[in-house]
């Protein structure tokens, strides 16, 4: 398998413009998460999917992020308008059966640049 | 608020010594641990895990430590290597909660 796969990997962006990151997961895999990772709060989790619906999105920052998962094998973060403060790598992860037990695959990471 | 908290952000330490992570929490409710390790411009691995039924775990050169009463846990890597060099985050996770806490992680550098 391919992992999890992210795109971009890289996004350079201008102060209100409007962003979108990319997710494939791992194929059979039933959970979606969404992650920033930033020097001041390290990773913090944004939102997860489970079977394509959202189960908790407490971590969105604000409602300028919204996030979409339309298939099983598709997921986006949007940011619209982005602010320099989004700045960050965002990363997207996918496990088979969510428990406390169970292990999370990371992608490489969308390293967000908004100027 | 941090609920997990990862001090001394940075380590160095010579190939063949041993490195030491540590590793606090604050939430009671917590019952799983991980810790993760992440090369530049990749995603973060999962590295070793510890449910809260055990005070320890080895696998191989490293080894996770868990002294519940004080909410607290470390990783040991032994022997060091160049390999090792990493950022290492540790996790955490409560019984019927689908979220995974992290720390902000550790930069580990092993000097040859």
């Known amino acids: 398998d391919a992992g999890v796969i992210q795109s971009p990997r890289h996004e350079v962006t201008e102060m209100g413009q409007e962003v979108t990151l990319r997710c494939k997961p791992i194929?059979?895999?039933?959970?979606l998460f969404w992650y920033r990772q930033t020097m001041m709060r390290g990773l913090e989790l944004l939102i997860y999917?489970?079977?394509?619906?959202?189960?908790?999105d407490s971590g969105m920052p604000e409602d300028r992020f919204s996030a979409k998962m339309p298939n099983a094998s598709f997921s986006t973060l949007k940011i619209q308008p982005s602010e320099p403060r989004d700045s960050a790598v965002y990363f997207c992860?996918?496990?088979?059966?969510?428990?406390?037990?169970?292990?999370?695959?990371f992608g490489p990471g969308t390293r967000l640049t908004v100027l | 608020d941090q609920q997990v908290k990862q001090n001394s952000p940075s380590l160095s330490v010579q190939e063949g010594r041993i490195s030491i992570l540590n590793c606090d929490y604050t939430?009671?409710?917590?019952?799983?641990f991980l810790w993760y390790k992440k090369y530049p411009a990749e995603g973060p691995t999962f590295l070793i895990s510890?449910?809260?039924?055990?005070d320890k775990n080895e696998d191989g050169r490293f080894t996770v430590f868990l002294n519940k009463s004080a909410k607290h846990l470390s990783l040991h890597i032994v022997p060091s290597q160049p390999g090792d060099s990493a950022v290492y985050f540790c996790?955490?996770?409560?019984?019927?909660?689908?979220?995974?806490?992290f720390g902000k992680g550790n930069q580990v550098v092993v000097i040859p």
């Open positions: 992860a996918s496990s088979l059966l969510v428990s406390s037990t169970d292990t999370q695959y």
């Open positions: 939430n009671s409710m917590f019952d799983y």
């Open positions: 510890i449910s809260s039924i055990k």
């Open positions: 194929s059979g895999h039933d959970y």
């Open positions: 999917f489970n079977n394509n619906v959202p189960i908790d």
């Open positions: 996790a955490a996770s409560a019984k019927g909660n689908n979220r995974l806490a």
